[in-house]
């Protein structure tokens, strides 16, 4: 590790400073030679007054233990029905893999609980068919979580669940992970699963609100395969409930867990909450995060060299987009002298999270700022990325002699005979107009 990993570390520790994760680790997972590292992550968690909530499954455990009986179960992750001998094989399983779990955190010099906190009731009948000892999470016992929590306890949860008259019942752990974080007000579900990233249209994706993922999940581009499916319906309904981040993780890889949390590209898919990610106006404190986010791109002659002074003059004219706090993104909007018009500029996204629609994001917000400002034209100088421009910003090309006088000189006196790209501002009709269409 570098003395700049460590500093980049830093700037993260007082926002999760006393906050709850709760972490979510499939049967597979513990069951990994990787797990011995994980709980080394965890103690590094607990060390920086992190609180944790242990969530596992069991499905790995319940498929071995069965085959060790010689037995069929008739579902093993508690999503489906679960009979009598797959519900005895499951409490076996599950007692065993909690008894393992806190003998590891007692390896690194954590103090553990089992936490018989879900209170659960059969889920019935579905589709005509009695799910038998298949239960769903009623309520989850936030006093004696918090007490744990307070005393600096890791409180572990298994696959069950209990209800008022003493029986047990198969609950799915991904499922009780969402209620579980939802009572205790976490700020995130980190999941510990086989699979640690989505992919859309065979592209890795890093980020997605949870309306976005209900969207494809619509659409079929995310059923890649059922557990992992059972993760991302988790995710969206975390977030839908309150929950503002949902990480999936590959459990299997090294310092993942660490690496997601402590760095803004994050090595994951994280499912946020809708108000994660805005656009604001660029702050003075923000100029040097700018520049190093464009450098590459200004060795690249992609976009104009700019210095800290040039920037700093015009820091009203900057945007940056934020995600989770970090400036992954930025654009500019300078107006263009004795012309009713302005140019879009220094439109820069983090090549961590390209693909993920947020330089569309950017231009459409300086559109509709361009749009409040009056402006009857937005320019966009470019030497590499005008079929961005063209394609995803709806602007079309245009000659050198488009551009209004004053700008055309600066033009011509840069030599960098980028593409002049323009698009129309048009006003937004009036609302009764928008009504009678309606």
């Known amino acids: ?5 460590l500093r980049g570390i ?49 499905r790995h455990q319940v498929v071995e233990r069965a085959a060790e009986l010689g037995k069929k179960v008739s579902n093993a992750d508690g999503a489906g029905i679960t009979d ?32 018989n906190v879900v209170i659960a009731y059969p889920a019935g009948i579905l589709g005509g068919v009695d799910q038998q000892f298949t239960g769903k999470v009623e309520r989850v016992d ?33 499922s009780i992970a969402v209620e579980v974080a939802e009572a205790v007000r976490a700020a995130k579900i980190i999941f510990l699963c086989e699979t640690g990233t989505l992919k859309v249209d065979g592209e890795i994706v890093r980020q997605l609100s949870g309306s976005e993922v209900e969207e494809l999940l619509k659409k079929g581009k995310l059923n890649e395969n059922k557990g992992q499916t059972l993760k991302i319906e988790a995710a969206a309904r975390a977030c839908r409930q309150g929950v503002p981040r949902v990480h999936l993780l590959d459990g299997h890889v090294n310092e993942a867990l660490l690496a997601e949390l402590f760095s803004n590209e994050g090595v994951g898919t994280m499912i946020h909450s809708n108000e994660y990610q805005h656009v604001r106006p660029a702050r003075r404190t923000d100029v040097r995060r700018i520049m190093a986010l464009i450098r590459q791109s200004v060795q690249n002659e992609e976009l104009v060299r700019r210095t800290r ?16 706090r970090n400036i992954v993104g930025c654009v500019a909007l300078h107006a263009i002298e004795k012309a009713n018009a302005g140019e879009l500029a220094c439109l820069y996204v983090n090549k961590s999270h390209a693909n993920s629609g947020y330089g569309r994001k950017l231009v459409a917000f300086v559109e509709e700022q361009a749009r409040e400002r009056g402006y009857d034209q937005l320019f966009a100088l470019s030497t590499q990325a005008f079929v961005f421009f063209q394609q995803k910003g709806g602007f079309t090309e245009a000659t050198p002699e488009a551009l209004p006088p004053g700008r055309r000189e600066k033009y011509d006196a840069s030599g960098r005979h980028s593409k002049v790209l323009v698009k129309p501002i048009l006003p937004l009709p009036p609302k009764a107009a928008l009504l009678a269409v309606e």
């Open 10 to 58: 830093l700037q993260y520790i007082p926002r999760f400073r006393d906050r709850t994760f709760v972490i979510a680790i499939d049967g597979e997972i513990v069951a990994s030679e990787n797990f011995s590292n994980l709980l080394l992550d965890l103690a590094v968690l607990r060390s920086l007054s992190i609180k944790v909530v242990i969530v596992h499954g069991a």
């Open 142 to 174: 936030t006093q004696a979580l918090e007490l744990f929590l307070s005393q600096g306890i890791v409180p572990i949860i298994p696959p069950l669940g209990f209800d008022g008259e003493g029986k047990t019942y198969r609950v799915n752990s991904d």
């Open 309 to 324: 002074a040039d920037i700093l003059d015009r820091i009203g004219d900057y945007y940056v987009l934020e995600l989770d």
């Open 84 to 115: 009598e001998a797959t519900l005895k094989i499951s409490l076996d399983a599950a007692t065993r893999l909690t008894h393992e779990i806190m003998e590891g955190l007692t390896s690194v010099d954590l103090r553990a609980a089992y936490a």
């Open 1 to 5: 590790m570098h003395v700049s990993d």
